[in-house]
């Protein structure tokens, strides 16, 4: 009998990238376009596996009733797994996630994002559509000569310091547990975070979210911050104090941001809200900016990183259902 996998907020792509891969496991998966809650809780029955994303919840609630439904293991098809009460888990079901989709594609998003902003390629296009082709506003800078801070140098923040280098640009770089081999090759700096907003003309957020880091971006550390700095961030939503950045923005302290994620993001991204008014108050403010550029959380988006997904995802079941070890479990820290 086929192993079966209840899998929730399934979109077209997610449908198709999973039915290819699937094709070397043959698991029985079921498609359900809601997001997993309590009240379709009742369609994991008789389910051993359930598929979740980033903006599904698993509370404690939703454990219990995981586990009472029999559901053996939770295959986050994700890096972050903040939305799952792991407290709640220990000792009652598996949790399993996909660490690295493709470190390239958000790598690549972050900078489409900083030369989107710096050279006003998203007013550029509106403009020319309506046939203005003028200049004015559309000023940008070299990107050569300039400093990048990057805070968290993981995979993908490597590759695009890597990218930025291409650039020419000098990198400063925050990690608490700082590369310093791959500094070396590099040649950038390892600093703290007061002299990186000092000296950075664009910082890019690339560390984990925990207690330490959220809002790391707030008005405090914005006052230490570079005149006209651009902030982006792929990470994390509550890396940024959103009120914060919008008064760096409303002071001329911030000249841009690019965001890719957002705190308040649950309800809207992955979504078509386009025929009803955005009642987040935050969001739409953010939005009015023509200096902010925010993108669905789709810097992962590549045919490749989906591909990884869909593998990771199955092979964390495959080594679940055999009894092999799970490589990508996810445990609560002692």
Known sequence: MAYKIAFFGAKPYDISSFDQVNKDFNYDIKYYKGHLNKNNLVLTQGTDAVCIFVNDTADAEIIDGLVKNGVKLLALRCAGYNNVDLAAAKGKMKIVRVPAYSPYAVAEHAVALMLSLN???????????????????????????KTAGIIGTGKIAKILIKILKGFGMNIVAYDLYPDYAFAEEQGITYTTLDE????????????????????????????????????????RGLLIHTNALIEGLKNKKIAAAGL?????EGDYFYEDKSDKIIDDDVLARLLSFN????????????????????????LNVKAFMENQPLANEVVLPD
């Open 119 to 145: 050279r006003k390629i998203h007013r550029a296009y509106w403009r020319t559509r309506d046939g203005n082709f003028s200049l004015h506003g559309l000023m940008g800078f070299d990107m050569h000569g």
């Open 196 to 235: 990186l907003y000092k000296q950075s003309d664009i910082i890019s957020l690339h560390c984990p979210l925990t207690d330490k880091t959220k809002y790391l971006i707030n008005d405090i550390s914005i006052c230490k911050m570079k005149d006209n700095v651009m902030i982006i961030n792929t990470g």
């Open 260 to 264: 890719d994620v957002y705190e308040e």
């Open 291 to 314: 200096n902010v550029i925010v993108t669905s959380h789709q810097a992962f988006f590549t045919k490749e990183a989906l591909h990884n997904i869909a593998e990771t995802t199955l």
